[in-house]
């Protein structure tokens, strides 16, 4: 076993330094083959082109979220009968009044207008296709993840020594097939948060993920 110090953990919060470590398991450990698995190969550009992607996608579902709350006792009544309203000039709408005549079930007319939801709503395609073309790639995940909060004048070797420390607390309760679950001591938090000591927690956090913080030899 050993932990490393996660980047995207480390943060300036409530006037104290946050870390986050990742504890993860070598390849001989119990329980290994479940935290190392196959995810998509998401780079950062690839994360950046996928939020935009993302965004469409979620207004996509909006739309048809908005499309079913249209759909209400009168006009399936007015379904029955194959006539649109007057005023209703959208084409999504009249697909969905259209799918509702051919079945009374929701859940079926909801997956049926999906299935054709790339040629009403071509976003939900190009996010399809972006995300089914990422290669897979092999990852490790941690078996635990453990954050604390610390005073902003804390040195690196402090840092060290609580993530061995909770490493070592973690794996006492992991060879025992129990949860990691590690407990803090109690913090306590400055009850005003000056500009000049959220600026040195923001600091200390900037010079934390420029160190690499991590264990030397893994814990046996």
Same mark, same amino acid.
């Given at each position: 076993?050993?932990?490393?110090?996660?980047?995207?953990?480390?943060?300036?919060?409530?006037?104290?330094?946050?870390?986050?470590?990742?504890?993860?398991?070598?390849?001989?450990?119990?329980?290994?083959?479940?935290?190392?698995?196959?995810?998509?190969?998401?780079?950062?550009?690839?994360?950046?082109?996928?939020?935009?992607?993302?965004?469409?996608?979620?207004?996509?579902?909006?739309?048809?979220?908005?499309?079913?709350?249209?759909?209400?006792?009168?006009?399936?009544?007015?379904?029955?009968?194959?006539?649109?309203?007057?005023?209703?000039?959208?084409?999504?709408?009249?697909?969905?009044?259209?799918?509702?005549?051919?079945? %009374?079930?929701?859940?079926?007319?909801?997956?049926?207008?999906?299935?054709?939801?790339?040629?009403?709503?071509?976003?939900?395609?190009?996010?399809?296709?972006?995300?089914?073309?990422?290669?897979?790639?092999?990852?490790?995940?941690?078996?635990?993840?453990?954050?604390?909060?610390?005073?902003?004048?804390?040195?690196?070797?402090?840092?060290?020594?609580?993530?061995?420390?909770?490493?070592?607390?973690?794996?006492?309760?992991? %060879?025992?097939?129990?949860?990691?679950?590690?407990?803090?001591?109690?913090?306590?938090?400055?009850?005003?948060?000056?500009?000049?000591?959220?600026?040195?927690?923001?600091?200390?956090?900037?010079?934390?993920?420029?160190?690499?913080?991590?264990?030397?030899?893994?814990?046996?």
């Amino acid at each position: 076993m050993y932990f490393k110090v996660e980047k995207t953990g480390c943060t300036e919060r409530k006037g104290m330094v946050q870390i986050r470590y990742c504890l993860y398991l070598d390849p001989k450990d119990y329980g290994y083959d479940k935290q190392y698995v196959e995810v998509k190969d998401m780079t950062e550009e690839r994360i950046a082109i996928g939020q935009q992607y993302q965004d469409e996608y979620l207004l996509w579902e909006s739309q048809f979220d908005y499309i079913l709350k249209q759909i209400d006792k009168k006009t399936l009544a007015i379904v029955d009968t194959r006539t649109l309203p007057a005023d209703t000039d959208e084409p999504e709408l009249q697909l969905a009044f259209l799918l509702f005549s051919e079945s %009374d079930n929701l859940k079926y007319s909801y997956s049926v207008t999906r299935d054709i939801g790339d040629e009403i709503f071509p976003k939900q395609k190009k996010w399809d296709d972006w995300l089914a073309a990422i290669p897979m790639i092999w990852q490790l995940n941690p078996f635990h993840n453990h954050f604390v909060q610390v005073e902003p004048g804390v040195t690196n070797e402090e840092i060290k020594y609580v993530g061995e420390l909770a490493l070592q607390m973690a794996k006492e309760k992991w %060879d025992k097939d129990e949860f990691p679950n590690v407990k803090n001591q109690f913090v306590s938090y400055p009850k005003i948060v000056t500009a000049e000591r959220k600026l040195a927690c923001e600091i200390k956090v900037e010079a934390v993920k420029d160190a690499e913080i991590q264990t030397v030899q893994a814990v046996k």
